[in-house]
């Protein structure tokens, strides 16, 4: 049976809506911006397409479906993350409870509740929700599937491929669940045989098909996705492997919280050496089929991950798919150890919370330094969340310094030469007003150097925003005069946290748009 609900189940739904509607009053009144990649993906909701320069189309086109419903707004971009949270700790529940019986379905809810890196970083609408979510769903229905035994109905593996496909039009890196489900089959005698049936092949090839979007929009685009691709995948020169390394996993230490992080990596260990164990094994038990799945899909993908960032830079959230299915397992597993494996797992859970507290809102921990008078000041250069902070106020500074320039019915265009500040002021400036960015060949491609530019520019006002920096020589010889308007600023609790310089730009003469080598 491949679906089933009890008690247990239900009040695990009854927490994950109940934890759904607190996500949603947040992200509606809380102080986290949108981040800038964040930004620019609801930027490619303005202008929906088959795929996109980074990234295949899905989270443009829930962008899209959840800003129609309720707007421009915090609620309208993350919506679907704040969903996709509650999905992706429900079917945690599921797999685990599921396997190994209710504390361990507890224990994987809370995991995924707590741990920073979905409970915090999760909130961010960005292309991991809809393919981590599809993936999750597509690693349920594996475990729920005896290959050994069980001949399922060819529909099963149909509806497999669509949910694939779903991860699939999210994010590229979905194409590693078909390799890791052959392995899985490949090393072990009773379920190779499926490799001679048409189930699987069938669900591979209507995931590819549905493909067909991105495949045509990289075909008419000269393969640009697939260059990017491929250009993350190289080595970089920034980077000793020593210190690569060192950042990586320094970083699964901050996203997972120190305690979870260690005890996932000896739940991989421990489980590694069962599957071996198990070969010689008649029977095999629901745990030990959901532990052998997991690990398959968690760790080694996570060591693909740690062997790559010894030669380039990974960032913290890429091995997100691996590490989802590990928190599972590391449910599993440790429910049935002894009570310090326990006691430690609690002690990790009350750490990751604690982390995520202050994920939701840094300025908390400033507020307590300056109750206890401790005298010490955070540097904002330092905050974690950095990237997500000051663009609301940055925006209102610069439509209040924008607005008294425009005639009624004007329509103005922002000019950027970074992309991250060309999306936000979209987002967040009064109106969102059409943005253009120019690269002035320093910077590698992206989605903005595809799009046209209005052919009406000239006849249009248009300010240039430039953080960090004065207006740079290209685009003031790109116009007849450009004054400077000030220097606009947002702060929070007397804590500078954005500040750009921007211009009023007049008589566009023309301006060089570069495309770069670097993808």
């Not at 929009?217 to 210190?243: E, R, T």
């Not at 440790?334 to 990751?352: D, H, K, Q, Y």
Request: charged share 15%.
């Amino acid at each position: 049976m491949i679906f089933s609900i009890d008690k247990e189940h239900k009040l695990a739904i009854l927490l994950a809506l109940f934890l759904f509607a607190l996500r949603l009053v947040f992200v509606t009144f809380g102080p986290i911006d949108l981040a800038p990649d964040e930004a620019h993906y609801w930027e490619w909701s303005r202008y929906l397409d088959l795929s996109y320069y980074s990234k295949p189309p899905l989270v443009a086109w829930l962008n899209y479906l959840s800003t129609s419903v309720f707007g421009t707004t915090h609620l309208g971009v993350r919506f679907f993350s704040c969903l996709a949270l509650s999905v992706l700790s429900l079917i945690a529940f599921f797999v685990a409870k599921n396997a190994a019986g209710a504390r361990a379905g507890w224990y994987a809810f809370l995991l995924i509740n707590l741990t920073p890196e979905f409970a915090a970083g999760g909130l961010m609408m960005t292309p991991d929700v809809p393919s981590l979510t599809c993936w999750a769903l597509g690693l349920y229905m594996l475990t729920r599937v005896n290959f050994a035994e069980e001949d399922l109905p060819i529909k099963y593996f149909v509806l497999l491929g669509v949910v694939i496909g779903f991860a699939g039009l999210a994010k590229y890196t979905t194409a590693l669940f078909y390799p890791i489900l052959g392995l899985y089959l490949l090393f072990n005698a009773k379920r190779r045989v499926w490799l001679l049936k048409p189930h699987i092949y069938v669900s591979g090839v209507i995931s590819l098909l549905m493909q067909i979007p991105v495949f045509y929009w990289n075909y008419k685009n000269d393969f640009i996705g697939l260059k990017h691709v491929m250009g993350q995948s190289g080595g970089s020169s920034d980077f000793s492997g020593l210190k690569s390394l060192g950042n990586f996993l320094g970083g699964q230490l901050g996203v997972l919280s120190p305690v979870t992080f260690v005890l996932l990596l000896c739940a991989w260990a421990a489980v590694t050496v069962l599957i071996f164990v198990r070969v010689r094994q008649k029977e095999i038990t629901p745990k030990q089929k959901a532990l052998e799945v997991l690990w398959y899909f968690s760790a080694p993908v996570f060591t693909v991950f740690v062997l790559k960032s010894t030669g380039a830079k990974v960032q913290p959230n890429w091995p997100v798919l691996s590490v989802y299915g590990g928190l599972i397992l590391l449910a599993i597993w440790v429910a049935g150890m002894g009570m310090w494996w326990r006691r430690t797992f609690v002690a990790g859970l009350c750490l990751s919370l604690l982390i995520t507290i202050v994920a939701h809102d840094t300025f908390l921990v400033r507020s307590a330094l300056n109750y206890v008078g401790s005298g010490y000041e955070i540097p904002f250069k330092k905050d974690p969340l950095k990237p997500a902070l000051g663009w609301r106020g940055l925006g209102q500074v610069i439509s209040a310094q924008i607005n008294p320039l425009l005639k009624e019915g004007e329509r103005p265009l922002i000019l950027t030469t970074r992309y991250q500040t060309a999306s936000e002021m979209a987002f967040y400036v009064e109106g969102n007003p059409e943005v253009i960015y120019v690269n002035l060949g320093h910077r590698r491609q992206n989605q903005y150097d595809l799009w046209t530019w209005p052919n009406d520019i000239e006849n249009r006002p248009v300010f240039y925003v430039r953080e960090n920096g004065e207006i740079e020589p290209a685009i003031f010889n790109a116009f007849q005069a450009c004054a400077h308007l000030g220097l606009a600023g947002s702060q929070r609790q007397g804590v500078l946290m954005r500040q750009a310089n921007v211009y009023a730009c007049y008589g566009y003469k023309g301006l060089e748009r570069q495309m770069p080598a670097r993808y």
